[in-house]
């Protein structure tokens, strides 16, 4: 997928030729995504006229992990800027991986999709107080009642964003910390001193509520860290200026540079998940509720914005108010291996694909993604011995291959990839049994599935 021509900002995206007074509705290309046939469910509202309120049509997809009673909050997928960014949340909520993290906290899977066009100010829906946080909340509310699970209004959210989503999500910070477990801010964050250059662009208020929720800065190092010219050079001081104001005062907010990108979204999920992961065991309550742990502090490290090592809060020399926070030995370590290289180290192989089946030649089973490194590819066994991968070849031109490919903006590409596979005619004259093993993005081998046998 091609990025959207945009113009970077102050880690926000922002479209020229914006005529923000405008209402859009509009179907095409937002017409066409995956059906939303239980556990997924989704909303969709048309664009508004009233002031205050959003001009762009949007829907809601929820992923609910089946044999959930109570959920315990909702992980949001917010994607970009740009009708390219906006068309790829359509498939946001179907990511394995993602659903990997939300299924271990019992939380749903939510993916957002404005149906934005080209040339349109993306800052009518990436900027939250412009009517896409009253929308999102509503959704939260027509979702839970459409899914049989009203708690899905009030539990607690982890936010993901990516460029504009980026801004989005951390003003959600700005505006609900109480509700915000964690947020990660991918290549974009809102302001928090007004840009007189961008007057139309409003800063946000930084609250003390606010400072107590766990964000992570994740620009790409060609975003003007390592190279200080192009469109994406302004995302780094944006980041910069975002980080200073938070940390300065307190904040629990690390800043983690991907040595490999520009803008791009990367191998960022193999450290932003197990971060969120490490966030939400923290501060999500055992049962549905309204109010969220604290974060503990005790176990912090502490490391350079952009440098390489951290180390436990004791043992920085330095200003801490300048340095990046990180929760704990764990998630350090995993950031200074991020940074180099982002080859997140994983010891632990994929859960074993299950329920196997088989109906006239063609093999399908499932199977949920490795929490650490997602899934690359499955094996599928004829009689003991290797007979394919599914897929034969994996397109991912952002970074590791995965199974459901990615696009730009961190979502499984359109059509979805099935786990299904053909049996070769060849082998209907013989008897066989049939084995699936599946593969992480680190090459680790899950055991093998359930078998089944051709007749």
């Known amino acids: 997928m091609i990025p959207p021509t945009l113009s970077s ?12 007074t405008t209402v859009f509705a509009q179907n095409s290309p937002y017409d066409i995504f995956p059906t939303a046939d239980p556990p997924y469910y989704r909303v969709r509202y048309e664009a508004s006229t009233q002031p205050g309120e959003l001009i762009f049509p949007v829907n809601y997809t929820v992923w609910i992990p089946q044999d959930v009673k109570t959920l315990r909050g909702v992980v949001v997928h917010q994607h970009g800027c740009g009708e390219g960014s906006c068309k790829s949340g359509l498939t946001g909520a179907y990511d394995l991986h993602w659903q990997a993290l939300a299924k271990k906290h019992n939380c749903a899977l939510l993916a957002p999709s404005y149906e934005q066009p080209q040339g349109a100010d993306c ?11 009253s929308a999102f909340q509503q959704c ?11 708690e899905l209004a009030t539990v607690p959210w982890a936010l993901w964003g990516h460029s504009g989503g980026g801004h989005w ?21 809102p302001l928090l001193e007004q840009n007189p250059e961008r007057p139309e662009i409003k800063a946000h208020t930084l609250s003390d509520a606010a400072l107590k929720v766990p964000v992570m800065c994740n620009p790409g190092t060609k975003e003007g860290v390592t190279v200080k ?16 104001g938070v940390r300065g005062r307190g904040g629990l907010i690390g800043v983690a540079v991907d040595p490999l990108t520009a803008h791009e979204c990367g191998n ?8 969120l992961d490490a966030c939400l065991s923290v501060r999500l309550l055992n049962l549905n509720g309204k109010t969220l742990k604290a974060m503990p502090t005790d176990d912090g490290w502490l490391a350079m914005p952009t ?5 436990p809060a004791a043992k920085f020399h330095g200003d801490p108010m300048k340095a990046a926070w990180l929760p704990g030995e764990a998630v350090a370590r995993s950031w200074m291996q991020y940074v180099k290289d982002t080859a997140v180290t994983d010891t632990t192989p994929p859960p074993a694909p299950s329920n196997l089946r088989r109906s006239g030649n063609k093999l399908s089973w499932d199977a949920s993604a490795d929490l650490e490194s997602g899934l690359a590819r499955f094996i599928i066994e004829r009689d003991g011995d290797f007979l394919a991968n599914v897929p034969e070849h994996s397109n991912n031109p952002f970074g590791r291959p995965i199974f459901q490919n990615l696009q730009y903006s961190d979502t499984p590409t359109q059509p979805l990839v099935q786990m299904l596979f053909t049996v070769p005619q060849s082998d209907s004259v013989n008897k066989h049994t049939y084995r699936v093993i599946a593969v992480n993005t680190v090459g680790l081998k899950s055991k093998s599935g359930t078998a089944v046998t051709q007749e």
């Open 9 to 20: 900002l102050y880690g926000t995206v922002v479209l020229i030729f914006a005529m923000s």
């Open 123 to 133: 800052q009518m829906w990436c900027d939250p107080r412009n009517g896409s946080d």
């Open 140 to 150: 939260l509310g027509d979702l839970g009642r459409k899914s049989g699970h009203p």
């Open 169 to 189: 999500a951390g003003g959600m910070v700005l505006l609900h910390p109480a509700r915000v477990a964690a947020a990660w801010l991918r290549s974009g964050v």
């Open 229 to 244: 010219d192009g469109r994406f050079a302004k995302v780094w001081p944006a980041n910069e200026a975002f980080f200073s």
């Open 268 to 275: 960022q999920r193999y450290f932003a998940i197990p971060w």
């Open 307 to 311: 440098g390489f090592e951290a180390v």
